[in-house]
């Protein structure tokens, strides 16, 4: 079903900051509170708005990324599920993806360090050998989180923000009230700062001045929601990229045009069989063509090989692992 323009602009709303207040959002599209309630509510009954997911640096609270494509040995419906369920619940994992396309599978897994996801990578695969016998594996380098600016109509001026998350950074020491305030932050972004002092035994100010501070100190950098791709009618599909030489200039000439670009929704560059994935959002199969076309002719002298992938699902997209909160 076609989602509506003005419900396309409330989500664009939420693309720029999942925590505004309907209120604001009214303001800012020149409705009333209870026409963005409503709209809200009804998304979040037909699972177009899921989830909503605060962009935490992870490296700064000392992990690294380590990207992940499947190949599943199975076509059963049961055992897919399984896996599904066991990757969405590892305490290592932050995002989740069902693919089509050569791969079945993205798994995006946080580690403390090569050695930590090692371990945990070989503990998962020998739960099921035969199913996850062939996969690649990517080390994330930097991520540039874009939004969905595709949703916006002309009338809207504002841009999402391009995040930028991992890189190169100094870990910081969060001291335990503080990493408790995460947990609740990542468990319910939405949640009011009364609710969270309740369950922490602080006051109210305590809890604004600690998500302040974590926002202030860019260890949180914004909040995105999740949503769910089929029941928007969209297309996603990721395009990893190998390049042919090392031209830092032309790299960073791709990175800003795919920042500019309102259907790339997410730019990670990495390190291992491809240099580069993008997530591109798009919602005819000639627009996915066209962009996938226009990426290739305006960087074709640095583009070795590429692949294209569908993503059939998000099951879960967060940026700090369980693990984090579990130590």
Same mark, same amino acid.
């Given at each position: ?13 939420? $693309?720029? &900051? ?11 599209? $020149? ?33 690294? @990324?380590?990207? =992940?494509?499947?190949?599943? /040995? ?15 619940? %590892? ?55 874009? @939004? ?5 109509? &002309? ?20 001291? +335990? ?26 006051? +109210?100010?305590?809890?604004? &001045? ?6 202030? $100190? ?33 790299? /960073? ?38 962009? =996938? ?24 997209? %967060?940026?700090?692992?369980? %693990?984090?909160?579990?130590?």
């Amino acid at each position: 079903m076609e989602l509506k323009q003005s419900y396309r602009n409330i989500l664009f709303q939420l $693309e720029c &900051d999942a925590r505004r207040s309907y209120t604001e959002i009214g303001e800012n599209l $020149e409705v009333s509170q209870q026409t963005v309630s409503y709209a809200v509510r009804t998304m979040r009954e037909r699972n177009i708005l899921r989830d909503v997911s605060p962009l935490f640096d992870y490296t700064k609270f000392g992990y690294n @990324g380590y990207l =992940v494509l499947f190949r599943v /040995n199975t076509f059963s419906h049961e055992r897919i599920e399984q896996l599904k369920k066991m990757f969405s619940e %590892h305490d290592m994992t932050a995002w989740v993806q069902r693919l089509s396309g050569g791969w079945d599978l993205l798994v995006f897994f946080l580690a403390p360090n090569a050695s930590s996801f090692n371990k945990e990578f070989k503990a998962v695969v020998s739960q099921y050998p035969d199913q996850l016998r062939t996969y690649n594996i990517l080390t994330s380098v930097v991520i540039h989180d874009m @939004g969905r600016n595709y949703l916006k109509d &002309d009338t809207i001026d504002e841009t999402a923000k391009n995040v930028i998350v991992g890189g190169d950074r100094d870990i910081v020491e969060i001291r +335990p009230g503080l990493k408790e305030t995460c947990r609740l932050l990542q468990q319910d972004p939405l949640a009011s700062s009364v609710d969270r002092a309740e369950q922490l035994d602080v006051t +109210p100010k305590t809890v604004i &001045d600690r998500i302040d501070m974590l926002e202030r $100190e860019n260890l949180v950098k914004g909040y995105r929601p999740l949503l769910g791709i089929p029941e928007l009618d969209v297309q996603a599909s990721l395009l990893l990229i190998k390049y042919n030489n090392q031209d830092v200039d032309k790299e /960073n000439d791709l990175r800003d045009y795919c920042i500019d670009h309102p259907n790339v929704t997410l730019l990670m560059k990495t390190f291992g069989d491809y240099d580069v994935m993008i997530r591109l959002e798009t919602e005819t199969r000639k627009e996915y063509r066209d962009v =996938v076309n226009g990426i290739r002719e305006r960087y074709e002298d640095i583009i070795l090989d590429y692949n294209t992938l569908e993503v059939v699902e998000d099951i879960k997209k %967060h940026y700090l692992p369980q %693990h984090y909160f579990n130590e």
